[in-house]
């Protein structure tokens, strides 16, 4: 499935392309796996009885692209995930969000496929 993925620009820009535009571009997704990270606070009485505070939930994803070979794309993924690296906020699919941790691009195969893993966590 093909997500359209907005960001602006303002690193490793690709050619054509300027600094502080926003740009929108749909990528197929073969995994968009949902997380959900707890922020809790536990502690233990002397009895052994658990006290936990519940202080939020962060929902994202983890996505991989599917094997992409095509050199405009590439650039793009390239584009938008460095350009978010510093905790821009963009936007798939309508639902804003974060970079959470690093990404990655990983050569498929010696035809010049490439495939990109990142996840995201919401920004509202």
Same mark, same amino acid.
């Given at each position: 499935m093909a997500y359209t993925i907005t960001y602006t620009a303002k690193r490793s820009i690709s050619g054509g392309r300027s600094s502080g535009?926003?740009? /929108?571009? /749909?990528?197929?997704?073969?995994r968009a796996d949902r997380t959900a990270t707890r922020q809790i606070s536990t502690a233990v009485s002397l009895s052994g009885r658990r006290f936990t505070n519940f202080h939020r939930l962060d929902i994202g994803f983890? /996505?991989?692209? /599917?094997p992409i070979n095509d050199a405009a794309v590439i650039a793009q993924m390239v584009e938008f995930l460095d350009s978010c690296a510093g905790g821009e906020i963009f936007d798939i699919a309508g639902t804003n969000y974060v970079l959470d941790g690093d990404?990655?691009?990983?050569?498929?195969?010696?035809?010049?496929?490439?495939?990109?893993?990142?996840s995201v966590v919401g920004a509202d």
């Open positions: 535009t926003s740009y /929108a571009f /749909a990528v197929p997704l073969v983890t /996505a991989q692209t /599917a990404y990655s691009q990983s050569l498929v195969d010696i035809s010049g496929f490439y495939s990109f893993t990142f």
